[in-house]
């Protein structure tokens, strides 16, 4: 099963037998004074610049969240999509739980947009997936619904049932949904990142849709954070894991995720390897 993304021409395809795709986060203003205070001036230039780096260090879909509390949210998503649109190609996925946002930034959005979230709560799913249908757009489906977290594999597996069902009703085939299993920190509890790992494969085995992952948050509290989310990429991609929004401009992830592609045959004779190899080397030299 593929999920096929789109700005204009330029596509992006998610699926199992296709490379790794990276969702940037970057443009998000949480804990980020200078974005947040660009953002309230009106100044999108910080924005096209997350854009071009994260682009730049290997991301193909660019998450984009602008919101700050008590700023006009809307407006100010709508006005850095098309801030970004004038800087790149890229596919965009659009971060927000308010639903006059995430309609504002769809309305100026020439391509297939991926939309941050949906959780399976009934009023959820009612707000966002009739804009999906409307739009065009793919969506996360994050396991959660008004019973809160699953705790168990199979608990997780039924939600995210219940959101492909739904939006099944709504007009919206499995592909278009990317299912996330929810990674929790290991820190408040060390089996957290193991039941995920196993919902992704049911998931996976179950349903056939596509999944994605907010990486970083299994890593939340702790120490060397990095080495602990790159560890849990590579555990995941073994699950099925065909996409996750995480920093691209970490060396070590772009890394990881390569030579995912290549142990799991999804790199024909090592090409993105070894241009990548050359391309670090080149830089190292300079």
Do not use: H
């Amino acid at each position: 099963m593929e999920t096929t993304l789109s700005y204009k021409d330029k596509r992006v395809v998610i699926g199992l037998e296709r490379p790794f795709v990276i969702i940037g986060e970057r443009i998000n203003p949480t804990r980020r004074k200078k974005l947040v205070e660009s953002l309230l001036q009106g100044d999108f230039s910080l924005v096209q610049e997350e854009a071009l780096k994260q682009l730049k260090a290997g991301a193909q879909v660019l998450d984009v969240n602008a919101g700050v509390p008590g700023a006009d949210e809307p407006a100010l998503l709508r006005g850095a999509a098309l801030a970004i649109m004038e800087v790149t190609a890229a596919p965009l996925c659009f971060d927000t739980a308010n639903p006059a946002a995430l309609e504002a930034a769809l309305e100026v959005y020439p391509g297939k947009a991926l939309i941050n979230s949906t959780t399976a709560e009934p009023e959820m799913m009612a707000r966002v997936l009739p804009l999906a249908k409307r739009f065009g757009a793919a969506v996360i489906g994050v396991i959660s619904d008004e019973n809160g977290i699953p705790p168990t594999p199979q608990d997780r597996l039924a939600v995210a049932r219940k959101l492909v069902d739904t939006a099944a009703g709504y007009g919206i085939p499995p592909e278009d949904i990317l299912i996330d299993c929810l990674a929790l920190t290991v820190g408040a509890d060390s089996k957290a990142g193991q039941v995920t790992l196993d919902a992704m494969a049911l998931v996976r085995d179950e349903l056939g849709v596509n999944l994605s992952l907010g990486a970083s948050n299994v890593s939340f509290g702790l120490p060397d954070r990095k080495i602990i989310n790159v560890a849990y990429l590579a555990l995941a991609n073994a699950r099925g894991l065909t996409a996750a929004i995480t920093d691209p401009t970490v060396p070590e992830i772009q890394t990881t995720l390569l030579a995912c592609d290549l142990l799991l045959g999804r790199d024909e004779y090592a090409q993105r390897w070894i241009r990548a190899f050359r391309q670090r080397e080149k830089a190292a030299a300079a």
